[in-house]
């Protein structure tokens, strides 16, 4: 199932299925960040998928990782309420906002994962019958 995800357009795809499959892998990436399901990525939750990529590596430290989070956050706010004060609490990013900022990401063709062609018919489990 989670492979299914990374399926590849090919050259029969239509216009509608790639669109179809583009939501598709978007809503996988989303998902992966919103990790208690609501719909709504929570600047703990970014922080904690940054934190995870960016500090296992052992050249950044946590506190860097959470200082990048929060500054990307804050940016995807001001992009997503234009309008926001200083005093206003910005809840997150939600799936359609999620698509907005990677609306420019051709993913298509990058995210996606080639499996080669294999004859089921001739492979066979157990013992053969001669």
């Known amino acids: 199932m989670v492979m ?3 399926r590849p357009p090919n050259l029969k795809t239509t216009d509608e299925e790639k669109e179809a499959m583009r939501k598709e892998k978007l809503r996988f990436l989303f998902n992966m960040h919103d990790s208690d399901n609501d719909g709504t ?4 939750e970014y922080r904690k998928v940054v934190e995870e990529l ?5 050249d950044i430290e946590q506190e860097t ?3 990048i ?31 907005e900022i990677l609306k420019g990401l051709e993913m298509e063709s990058r995210m996606n ?4 062609d294999v004859n089921t018919t001739t492979m ?7």
């Open 54 to 58: 960016l500090s296992k590596s052992g």
């Open 65 to 67: 990782a959470k200082a």
């Open 113 to 116: 994962i080639r499996f080669l």
């Open 4 to 6: 299914s995800h990374f």
């Open 41 to 44: 990525i929570t600047l703990a």
């Open 69 to 99: 989070a929060d500054a990307a956050m804050l940016e995807v706010a001001s992009i997503n309420v234009p309008t926001m004060g200083p005093e206003d609490f910005y809840e997150g990013i939600t799936f359609e906002h999620f698509e």
């Open 124 to 130: 066979r489990c157990g013992k053969s019958q001669s």
